[in-house]
């Protein structure tokens, strides 16, 4: 199994700015659909966003729409999510997705994850 490795993240104060990003670790990995999710310190994971293949389908959830920004860059096989307008809600750790199903909302869509990143937002 691939892994997808993920860097950025940190802490930052509300209505601030971080991103992340996540690449594999194997320069064969074919170009997939990605993604975003998130888990909360007692929480499920959640879906945060989904980008297509080709890049040019986009979808979030309804609690980071208009403040978080998903991207590629498939030359190099990289993915980003931009988040601005950060909320002490948003605080958990961020995985990266890469998928094999077509309901990108389930963590069971998901063929690889990455480690898991940690974003805190502090109020």
């Known amino acids: 199994q691939v892994q997808l490795v993920e860097s950025g993240g940190g802490l930052v104060q509300a209505g601030g700015s971080l991103s992340v990003s996540c690449a594999p670790s194997e320069r064969t990995f074919s170009t997939v659909a990605m993604g975003w999710f998130r888990q909360a310190p007692g929480k499920e994971r959640e879906f945060v966003a989904h980008?297509?293949?080709?890049?040019?389908?986009?979808y979030y959830a309804d609690s980071v729409k208009g403040r978080f920004t998903i991207s590629r860059d498939n030359a190099t096989n990289t993915w980003y999510l931009q988040m601005n307008n950060l909320k002490p809600e948003d605080t958990a750790i961020y995985y990266c997705?890469?998928?094999?199903?077509?309901?990108?909302?389930?963590?069971?869509?998901?063929?690889?994850w990455g480690r898991g990143i940690q974003v805190t937002v502090s109020s």
């Open positions: 997705a890469a998928y094999t199903g077509g309901n990108f909302y389930s963590t069971s869509s998901v063929g690889s």
């Open positions: 980008i297509s293949r080709s890049g040019n389908k986009l």
